[in-house]
């Protein structure tokens, strides 16, 4: 079974940074394509960073079209974590924000973390 436990959040001011860690236990990350998802209060959950490695072996990135310029996904393949870096922070980045992973779709292989909280005053 994989887990995955995100770690970072907290309540930061407009403008400043903060960077989420997703710990993956039971397989490597590069098994899966990783993503960031986030939910604020009263609105649905949205996509916010991906990653996954293509033929080449190297990782491709995609960002919602809010974050561009402003957030980074990466990982560490030693720890087997992967990170969303934060800079410039908006008070509508608060949410919760979930770590999850993309395996086969034949074995519907689709896990969640518990998430963590950014709080972002003005």
């Known amino acids: 079974q994989v887990q995955l436990v995100e770690s970072g959040g907290g309540l930061v001011q407009a403008g400043e940074s903060l960077r989420l860690s997703c710990a993956v236990s039971g397989r490597t990350f590069s098994s899966y394509r990783m993503a960031w998802f986030r939910q604020a209060p009263g609105k649905e959950r949205e996509f916010v960073a991906t990653?996954?490695?293509?033929?080449?072996?190297?990782?491709?990135?995609s960002y919602a079209d809010p974050v561009k310029g402003r957030f980074t996904i990466s990982g560490d393949n030693h720890k087997n974590t992967v990170y969303l870096q934060m800079n410039s922070l908006k008070p509508e980045d608060t949410a919760v924000y979930y770590c999850n992973a993309q395996g086969s779709i034949l074995l519907k292989e689709d896990y969640w973390g518990k998430g963590t909280l950014v709080t972002v005053s003005s």
């Open positions: 990653m996954s490695r293509g033929a080449d072996n190297a990782y491709y990135a």
